[in-house]
């Protein structure tokens, strides 16, 4: 019985670490603002399905989706999603390319604004995670200090499992189960 504990717990420990998401702070302490430079930020990240984006941002800036035709003109008349809360968290559900701006034109044509390459390659379905919730505003109310340097997430990136880490642990006991029974 000691060795089917230790092995179920070693099941679960190394599916647990497979069924990961990063989370992201735009911009780091420096959050989403014009100050940031955004372009340098993203460079070295790796985005893939399941990743959460958070947005911190004061009430002179807005996150807005857009198409990469509007994101290259900074064009915010054809806006997909538009989030004002200050404080707006985007789930990563789909490969591709996402594109996000600042609502004021000109801070989007200073630089404000972001391209996400969303990559498929990480063992990890979104299934019950966060999503932003599209039609403007994210329904939980602004956590967000006027000091972004307060937050504590950073785009080093947080381990999170999920429902998808319960169902692959229980696959792993089952098998581990069968797996005693034989021996």
Request: hydrophobic share 40%; proline share 4%.
């Amino acid at each position: 019985m000691g060795k089917l504990v230790l092995v179920f717990s070693l099941a679960v420990l190394g599916l647990a670490v497979t069924c990961k998401a990063a989370t992201y702070m735009v911009g780091d302490n420096s959050g989403w603002d014009i100050s940031t430079d955004i372009d340098t930020w993203a460079q070295d990240k790796t985005f893939a399905v399941g990743d959460l984006l958070m947005f911190q941002y004061s009430s002179s800036h807005s996150v807005e989706e857009v198409k990469k035709e509007d994101f290259d003109s900074c064009n915010m008349t054809n806006v997909l999603r538009k989030f004002t809360t200050g404080n707006t968290t985007v789930s990563l559900t789909n490969p591709g390319t996402r594109y996000f701006v600042c609502g004021n034109k000109l801070h989007c044509l200073g630089g404000m604004k972001l391209q996400v390459n969303v990559a498929s390659n990480r063992a990890y379905s979104p299934i019950g995670a966060p999503q932003a919730h599209p039609g403007g505003t994210n329904s939980q109310p602004s956590s967000k200090s006027n000091n972004p340097a307060s937050v504590i997430p950073t785009s080093a990136g947080s381990v999170y499992g999920g429902r998808d880490s319960i169902v692959m642990a229980f696959l792993g006991f089952m098998a581990t189960l069968l797996w005693a029974v034989q021996v």
